[in-house]
C-alpha cells in the first residue's frame, strides 16, 4: 500500500497517487473546494515520484525501476486541467 501527495506551487491542487488501487491512479483534488478534479490511470508498474510544474498547469509521473529491464517506466507529463496525457 503506497500513497504520497503534493501540493502545487500556486497552491489549488492536490495530488494523491494511489498504488492500492486495482490499476495505480493519480488523483488531482482542488484544494478550496475539496472536490475531485481528475483520476488518471497510470501504467501497471505504478508510480515512483509525481511533481508539479512551478505554475500548476502540468504533473509529471515517474514510474519505479524494472529489473527485467535495467530500466524506470518513462515519465509521463499531464495536464492538470483536463487530466490527459501531454508527451
Do not use: H, N
Amino acid at each position: 500500500l503506497f500513497y504520497t501527495g503534493q501540493e502545487d506551487g500556486p497552491g489549488r491542487m492536490v495530488v494523491i497517487a494511489d498504488q492500492s488501487a486495482p490499476k495505480p491512479e493519480l488523483a488531482l483534488w482542488d484544494s478550496k473546494t475539496g472536490r475531485k478534479r481528475a483520476t488518471i490511470q497510470g501504467p501497471p508498474m505504478g508510480f515512483a515520484a509525481v511533481a508539479f510544474s512551478p505554475d500548476g498547469t502540468r504533473l509529471v509521473s515517474g514510474g519505479p525501476a524494472i529489473p527485467e529491464i535495467g530500466e524506470a517506466v518513462p515519465p509521463i507529463v499531464w495536464d492538470t486541467a483536463t487530466g490527459q496525457e501531454v508527451c
